[in-house]
């Protein structure tokens, strides 16, 4: 069904379930979790949860999987009127091992819903309704949602809204590192906020240094790049000037959705900022303080969507570091 309401943010992409490591079975076998997951789904889930008005465009199967990621996202309030329940294709499925906290992917993905989504499956009004619109590059791995990215990209852009860009590079869904490299850098000009890890940063930039990595993925054309750094919080750059933001202690139980859950702060506090000063230096490490909160906040708790915190719950950690 289509809408002609506003939204705060869109998203277009993977909503996928990850089945997370969860201990042994009594025969000494894995036992794994079933989480609903993605990147897009998470930032969208960590918006809403914050209290954003969120959507989601893309494709899972009819089946068990499918409709358990519809209801998961529905629990948080994320409209899921743009999403496409398939009979042709399974859901996409990862799973999720787990050391010390760290993940190792596996996915089912040949071909999985996800990549399976068309330009003309996109709920074109979501698109042309929204404040910021988000992707990430795994939806450019493969055809037909190549190109439903790309047209909806433009279609957002046009509209006015601001393109929010996440590389999320797993090297397992690309041919060749080269190839990630191409797609992921010929889309960075299309973005006005851009976050990577610090990985991410060396991979597309070249450069091993996150201030100088930084620096130059802004003169591609981001108004706003951050770089993640895990426990040492996030590093952001505007108009040229660098400036490293801390992060906040905490248990890491999972580390699953922690990048999601940074830029999911990130975004609803740019929403909640005046546009006149949205892409201020100083506006702009404020953002990435209360984004390293919730980061903080999810980790600390197994999965990715699940895990996502409230705002009373961000604002007490932060008021009680202060």
């Known amino acids: 069904m289509k809408t ?11 909503a996928l379930v990850d089945f997370t490591e969860a201990g042994m079975s009594e025969n000494g076998r894995r036992l794994f979790e079933q989480n609903p997951g993605g ?3 998470n930032v969208l889930s960590a918006v809403a949860r914050l209290g954003g008005k969120t959507a989601f465009i893309g494709k899972v199967g009819s089946d068990m999987h499918g409709l358990f990621l519809k209801t998961s996202l529905q629990d948080v309030g994320v409209y899921t009127g743009g999403m496409i ?12 091992a787990l050391t010390d906290g760290e993940r190792e992917f596996s996915f089912a993905r040949k071909p999985g819903a996800d990549t399976c989504l068309t330009e003309s499956e996109t709920d074109t009004a979501l698109l042309e309704n929204c404040e910021i ?9 493969d055809e037909p949602v190549r190109s439903a990215t790309y047209a909806a990209i433009q279609r957002a852009k046009n509209a006015g809204a601001i393109i929010s860009y996440d590389p999320n ?20 000009a299309q973005a006005d906020i851009l976050k990577v890890s610090d990985e991410e940063a ?3 930039s070249g450069i091993a240094d996150p201030e100088s990595a930084a620096l130059a993925l802004c ?3 981001a108004r706003i790049v951050v770089v993640t750094l895990g426990k040492h919080g996030a590093l952001v750059c505007v108009g040229g000037h660098c400036r490293r933001i ?7 139980v999972d580390s699953t959705g922690a990048g999601d859950a940074f830029w999911g702060g990130f975004i609803y506090q740019l929403l909640h900022t005046e546009q006149s000063k949205r892409f201020d230096p100083d506006a702009a490490a404020d953002f990435a303080r209360f984004g390293n909160a919730v980061a903080a906040i999810c980790v600390s708790r197994r999965g990715g969507m699940p895990a996502m915190p409230s705002l009373e719950e961000v604002e007490t950690l932060i008021r009680n570091r202060e």
């Open 4 to 14: 002609n309401e506003t939204y705060d943010l869109v998203a277009l992409g993977e």
């Open 39 to 41: 990147g897009p789904v």
């Open 85 to 96: 329940l398939s009979d042709d294709v399974f859901t996409t499925l990862a799973f999720v």
């Open 133 to 141: 619109f988000h992707f990430s590059s795994l939806s450019l791995t």
């Open 169 to 188: 590079y797993r090297a397992s869904l690309w041919s060749s590192q080269d190839e990630a490299v191409r797609r992921i850098r010929k889309l960075l």
């Open 202 to 204: 060396e991979l597309l």
């Open 219 to 221: 003169r591609e054309g």
């Open 246 to 252: 801390p992060g906040f202690e905490a248990q890491v």
